[in-house]
């Protein structure tokens, strides 16, 4: 019979063909987990820990006590990241008699997937613990290169319900944006949270953008709080989530962890009244493409809900990829890749619903017509290099001056404004236009514009700015013979 703890769970440990260990966890006043250690660990969990978290350290020999010395009695955040949600379960099975299964994507930091398990265990009856602080549990685990969706499999009735109803509503026949809503306030109400949001992210283009939210009444919105938070802290969450695959806060001792790496960020949180969160990204094809926010849920379900929604985070990912693809497609097919405005694909498109709704409800509206004069000089002299400059440098003039219009690159080196503001605004634009690129030598436009009061003709409106843009493209060349093509 053992004589020590010690050697009593070294035993044991020693009995389990996985990696397996005893881990010591010492709670303080607060009942937090305020050190973990390695107490006893297996053979095999030794090898394991070598060739999965010190691969450099690899020798011809395996030595086994050197290894055990260097493990055993060392706090856990010694060797791999601290993990305020792994800290939770341990509290939770050495203190509660609470066991754990856990199946986490750890593929970012390890490179593998790790199936987690936790067992209360027992000092025996003949060798007493005298630190009432102080208890122990077993943790073993798996590792797997690539997602076992088998391990999926084992979720209580609870969460797979609920991750199926989800499911169901992201597959129906409903428009994106309104499933994403539907299913937003499904996580709300399960999680016991204030508010709920869904929102895409963009490190290239440093942008984000929240697509869904649900909040319980008289809440801020998140669109209009994060409206002012810079890009800077939403990109701070992807090197938190470099040790973590979600990132929990529960309490403020979590939060005055968090507040150490990301100080501006928490200071946000603190200002908007965030007193517990859940943030998981959504990784496609190893990026974050986006996140599920979850503010002020209830904590004492941290632990099903921590399960629940990164289960639920995959469907979710894959349907935020989806959504982010169609509308690359769509602004492909829609948008001019050199200027940055609508091409001419957009336009027909546009120009056919839009004629089909002047004629069945007539409204003032104006077109305007604005071609380059001498870009086959500017090709010829200086190369399609500079010529393609001019064009970037027209469309950006007239993105700047016709804000609120609709701006097609209709052809070669022509573009078309169609804009519902008033005659006179519009009739201001043009002169501003007119002004602003009247250089012969670099950017010139001939400009022509029809406005229409009540008719609602758009094709006829279109032809008379046609019309009248060649008449003054005609008095250019005539003042300016040799530019002419």
Known sequence: MADTIYEYFKEMVNGFLLPACIISVKKDALGLCSDARFFAVNEVFKKSFMETFRPTEKSDTFDSDAVGKMIEGTLYCDHLPKDLKFETLLIDAAFNKKHAHTYVDTTKMYGYWTEDILFPVDCPENIKNTDPDTSYCLFMYTLNKDMDSGKFASVSPDISSFVIKSCLELRNEKEFLPSMETVTTYIREYTGAVSAAIMTYDKDERTYNIIAESRQDNTTSAKNIFSFIPFEIVECWEK??????????????????????????????????????????????????????????????????????????????????????????????????????????????????????????????????????????????????????????????????????????????????????????????????????????????????????????????????????????????????????
């Open 240 to 485: 938190i989530l470099k040790e973590t695959n979600c990132i929990i806060i529960k309490d403020a001792s979590d939060m005055a962890h968090y507040e150490k790496e990301a100080p501006a960020w928490v200071k946000t949180l603190r200002d908007n009244n965030v007193f517990s969160l859940c943030l998981v990204p959504f990784i496609h094809q190893g990026l974050i493409i986006g996140y599920l926010y979850i503010k002020n849920f209830n904590t004492d379900e941290v632990t099903r809900i921590k399960e629940t929604i990164e289960l639920l985070s995959f469907f979710l990912a894959s349907e935020v990829a989806n959504h982010l693809f169609l509308e690359k497609l769509e602004y492909l097919s829609n948008v001019d890749m050199l200027t940055g405005v609508y091409n001419r694909n957009c336009m027909n498109i546009n120009v056919d619903e839009l004629s089909l709704k002047l004629k069945l409800n007539p409204r003032p509206f104006s077109v305007g017509f604005f071609d380059l004069n001498g870009l086959k000089s500017i090709n010829d002299n200086g190369g399609h290099s500079q010529g393609d400059k001019l064009l970037i440098h027209s469309a950006d003039l007239l993105k700047e001056i016709f804000t609120d219009d609709k701006i097609y690159r209709a052809g070669g080196d022509e573009f078309v404004v169609i804009s519902f503001d008033t005659k006179e605004n519009f009739e201001k634009k043009i002169e501003e236009t007119r002004k602003r690129a009247s250089d012969p030598e670099w950017m010139y436009f001939a400009i022509g514009y029809y406005h229409d009061d009540s008719r609602g003709k758009l094709r006829l409106a279109m032809r008379y700015a046609d019309e009248a843009m060649y008449r003054d493209k005609n008095a250019f060349y005539e003042a300016y013979p040799d530019k002419r093509r």
